[in-house]
């Protein structure tokens, strides 16, 4: 797995107004921009242009309350619709809170304390979000992390031939379960991936920002590509998800209080480990709307 511990500086000039670090060969970077509750044009401007070229971008020692991260969030686009009841607050409702924490027998958020597994943010969704911004209230140290995939570079990396046989095919997204493996609330157990419910998104789709393709394979469990047999599907995607989950294409998160990071949901997969139950975590997030998902010349097809 690539270090957490590894910087790589950026050329000379790069940026003016903040301070970029890269973590990884293949993606991550942390940013020097000051108190971001007082972020003026021509630093966020760097802070986007940072964004799109690391996929997942880290903030440390910030001190962000319901009201900061919705300002900030906000510079990034507009708020995908908050569908999820528990951690929702009333007074922000862009704010979801990702907590284990049970207060009168009712849980503080959502999540829980187990393992999510790889997946994209609400690939299941017709219109898929651009970003995704998390915010350390309290967390355990030396657990809970959270890894990165650069879904681009494994997109690059694939054998030509089965690059060139993705770029052809769509893939259907569970939307019975979340990352946690939790059924939703009123869908009936999977038993067939081919019938399902979910959005169906293209296997490869292109960064509507930068142009890059990326391997867009949401989630693992009962995904389906559409077409395909159930056999040819699942073998297919056990071979693209081996490729995928590649050490050279990960960096890990280890958490502090005060972290805030932004990760870009069209490049990027991610995945949380499991953590002591008794520990106590909190994190805020937002998530910022996007786009639906689109290959290469349909890039600017209706949306």
């Known amino acids: 797995m690539a270090s957490s511990s590894i910087e790589i500086p950026e050329p000379p000039g790069t940026y ?36 799109l070229a690391h996929h997942v971008i880290r903030f440390r020692k910030q001190c962000f309350d319901n009201a900061a991260i ?18 929702r607050n009333a007074a922000y409702p862009q ?74 095919l769509r893939l259907k997204h569970d939307d019975t379960y979340d990352s946690a493996g939790t059924r939703r609330p009123g869908y009936a157990p999977v038993t067939d991936v081919r019938l399902s419910p979910g959005a169906i998104h293209p296997l490869v789709v292109t960064h509507p920002e930068t142009g890059r393709n990326a391997l867009y394979l949401g989630r693992r469990p009962n995904a389906y590509v559409v077409g395909l047999g ?33 990760w870009d949901n069209r490049s990027l997969m991610h995945r949380r480990t499991a953590f002591d139950p008794q520990a106590r975590r909190v994190l805020k997030r937002v998530v910022i709307e996007g786009s639906r998902p689109c290959f290469g010349s349909k890039l600017h097809a209706t949306t």
């Open 16 to 51: 003016v107004r903040i301070r970029v670090k890269a973590l990884s060969p293949a993606l991550g970077a942390d940013i020097d921009a000051g108190d971001l509750r007082d972020l003026d044009d021509s630093r966020f401007a760097e802070i986007k242009r940072a964004w």
């Open 230 to 262: 159930v056999d040819e599907s699942e073998a297919l995607l056990d071979r693209l998800w081996a490729h995928a989950m590649q050490s050279r294409f990960v960096w890990r998160q280890e958490w502090s209080p005060g972290d805030l990071l932004v």
């Open 95 to 168: 704010v979801s809170t990702i907590s284990n924490i049970v207060e009168n027998d009712r849980p503080v958020g959502m999540l829980g304390d187990g393992e999510l597994v790889w997946h994209t943010d609400q690939s299941s969704f017709e219109v898929t979000p651009s970003a995704t911004i998390l915010y350390a209230v309290e967390v355990p140290a030396g657990q809970g992390f959270t890894e990165f995939l650069n879904a681009q570079l494994a997109y690059e990396t694939l054998p030509p031939d089965l690059r060139g046989y993705a770029e052809t």
């Open 70 to 87: 919705v300002a900030f969030g906000g510079r990034f686009g507009s708020f995908q619709p908050n569908l999820v009841e528990a951690g």
